[in-house]
């Protein structure tokens, strides 16, 4: 083995650790910090045999053993943290322990590097193997499948070289280590397998951050419904021959609400008309904000009568809040215009129609539910 392909292994392991901290802090979920832990941890790993001829054989040994030890724990904790599986700290903290101490006992007390490798490949594969059995559901996108199928893969790769010890070892004494067979075929899997394991990590942790972006752009970041795109990007899925109802809500004189009690206070009304509307919509369409405190409740697959229904739910929801508990007097309402988006209309022309009911209730008085949908209806049968 040559000592450039040696060399080759911790210095892209370093490269993918460095990927998985920039992630981290351009916003990738947290167990990208615990990869990159984890893959520098295992490029110092491969790189301490290099100081052989430097610092006494043990202290290269246990280094070695000891980093390996750690970064499975990092990966494992990585597995735990993303598909959140059970924590069991204890069980993991003893698995760590285990994972230096058997391999320090072997080169401290037994002086033998068989039982050396044979302690630190085994523990490795134990604490990632353990994580990944706690896994309970298989994930539905292919990338956590990939990531998964290839964490097995290095638990058997680890394995697999464990079992190679009697042959690929042969007896060899502890300074003789980067000479066997066993050391080539570390360091090569170790390429191929470690750099496989990188690369579908590393895609899982970027896919997140690229979907929580997209997300982020249909999400009101406020109230956590729906934004103006994301109610439209819901319509263009409904069904050519399918009619929806919609609902516009207008809260009332929410402006002097801000101008009372402050911006701090209206966002408190903001989020508690939001969570009104989630329980008022249910499963039975999604809940939107569309501007200050402008709303819509999309009903797929609803007649008129349900429609109007669900506006006067929320009406009355409303009427039976606790507002003072957001720091306002009173109570807020809100005028509502009712709607049915005819099958393949423009969702613009369903929600200008709508709009023009919410003014017509607040030229009524306010706290009230002006409805076309019947009219459109019966317009509809008789075109």
Same mark, same amino acid.
């Given at each position: 083995?040559?000592?450039?392909?040696?060399?080759?292994?911790?210095?892209?392991?370093?490269?993918?650790?460095?990927?998985?901290?920039?992630?981290?802090?351009?916003?990738?979920?947290?167990?990208?910090?615990?990869?990159?832990?984890?893959?520098? %941890?295992? $490029?110092?790993? #491969?790189?301490?045999? /290099?100081?052989?001829? =430097?610092?006494?054989? +043990?202290?290269? &040994? *246990?280094?070695?053993?000891? %980093?390996? $030890?750690?970064? #499975?724990?990092?990966? /494992?904790?990585?597995? =735990?943290?993303?598909? +959140?599986?059970? &924590? *069991?700290?204890?069980?993991?903290?003893?698995?760590?322990?285990?994972?230096?101490? /058997?391999?320090?006992?072997?080169?401290?007390?037994?002086?033998?590097?068989?039982?050396?490798?044979?302690?630190?490949?085994?523990?490795?594969?134990?604490?990632?193997?353990?994580?990944?059995?706690?896994?309970?559901?298989?994930?539905?996108?292919?990338?956590?499948?990939?990531?998964?199928?290839?964490?097995?893969?290095?638990?058997?790769?680890?394995?697999?070289?464990?079992?190679?010890?009697?042959?690929?070892?042969?007896?060899?004494?502890?300074?003789?280590?980067?000479?066997?067979?066993?050391?080539?075929?570390?360091?090569?899997?170790?390429?191929?397998?470690?750099?496989?394991?990188?690369?579908?990590?590393?895609?899982?942790?970027?896919?997140?951050?690229?979907?929580?972006?997209?997300?982020?752009?249909?999400?009101?970041?406020?109230?956590?419904?729906?934004?103006?795109?994301?109610?439209?990007?819901?319509?263009?899925?409904?069904?050519?021959?399918?009619?929806?109802?919609?609902?516009?809500?207008?809260?009332?004189?929410?402006?002097?609400?801000?101008?009372?009690?402050?911006?701090?206070?209206?966002?408190?009304?903001?989020?508690?008309?939001?969570?009104?509307?989630?329980?008022?919509?249910?499963?039975?369409?999604?809940?939107?904000?569309?501007?200050?405190?402008?709303?819509?409740?999309?009903?797929?697959?609803?007649?008129?009568?349900?429609?109007?229904?669900?506006?006067?739910?929320?009406?009355?929801?409303?009427?039976?809040?606790?507002?003072?508990?957001?720091?306002?007097?009173?109570?807020?309402?809100?005028?509502?215009?009712?709607?049915?988006?005819?099958?393949?209309?423009?969702?613009?022309?369903?929600?200008?129609?709508?709009?023009?009911?919410?003014?017509?209730?607040?030229?009524?008085?306010?706290?009230?539910?002006?409805?076309?949908?019947?009219?459109?209806?019966?317009?509809?049968?008789?075109?």
């Amino acid at each position: 083995m040559g000592e450039g392909f040696a060399w080759s292994v911790p210095l892209i392991m370093i490269a993918f650790g460095v990927l998985f901290l920039a992630a981290r802090r351009a916003g990738a979920a947290p167990e990208s910090r615990l990869w990159g832990i984890g893959f520098l %941890l295992s $490029a110092l790993a #491969f790189a301490v045999p /290099a100081l052989e001829g =430097v610092l006494p054989i +043990q202290l290269v &040994a *246990l280094s070695a053993d000891t %980093l390996f $030890a750690v970064s #499975f724990f990092c990966f /494992a904790r990585s597995i =735990v943290t993303r598909y +959140q599986t059970p &924590a *069991l700290p204890r069980v993991r903290a003893a698995l760590l322990v285990i994972g230096i101490a /058997a391999p320090a006992y072997a080169v401290l007390v037994l002086v033998d590097l068989p039982s050396e490798l044979f302690a630190s490949d085994i523990t490795c594969a134990l604490q990632l193997g353990f994580a990944l059995a706690t896994v309970r559901r298989w994930p539905k996108r292919w990338i956590d499948r990939g990531l998964l199928a290839i964490s097995w893969g290095v638990v058997i790769e680890n394995l697999g070289r464990t079992a190679s010890v009697p042959l690929t070892v042969a007896g060899a004494p502890p300074s003789a280590f980067l000479g066997t067979e066993y050391s080539q075929l570390m360091y090569m899997n170790g390429l191929l397998t470690g750099l496989g394991f990188a690369v579908l990590a590393l895609l899982a942790v970027m896919s997140d951050v690229v979907d929580g972006h997209r997300k982020d752009a249909l999400i009101d970041p406020l109230t956590g419904l729906l934004n103006r795109r994301g109610l439209e990007a819901v319509a263009a899925l409904a069904p050519a021959r399918r009619s929806d109802g919609v609902i516009v809500c207008d809260l009332d004189h929410f402006k002097q609400v801000n101008d009372t009690w402050g911006h701090h206070v209206g966002d408190r009304v903001l989020i508690a008309f939001a969570e009104l509307m989630r329980a008022a919509v249910e499963t039975v369409g999604v809940a939107s904000r569309t501007g200050g405190e402008e709303f819509v409740l999309y009903l797929t697959a609803s007649t008129p009568r349900r429609t109007r229904a669900v506006a006067e739910n929320l009406r009355l929801a409303m009427s039976r809040f606790d507002w003072p508990s957001t720091g306002i007097d009173g109570a807020q309402t809100a005028s509502f215009g009712v709607t049915i988006r005819a099958p393949a209309e423009p969702l613009e022309d369903a929600l200008r129609r709508a709009d023009r009911s919410v003014y017509e209730a607040k030229r009524n008085g306010r706290d009230r539910i002006e409805d076309d949908a019947a009219d459109r209806t019966a317009a509809s049968i008789h075109a």
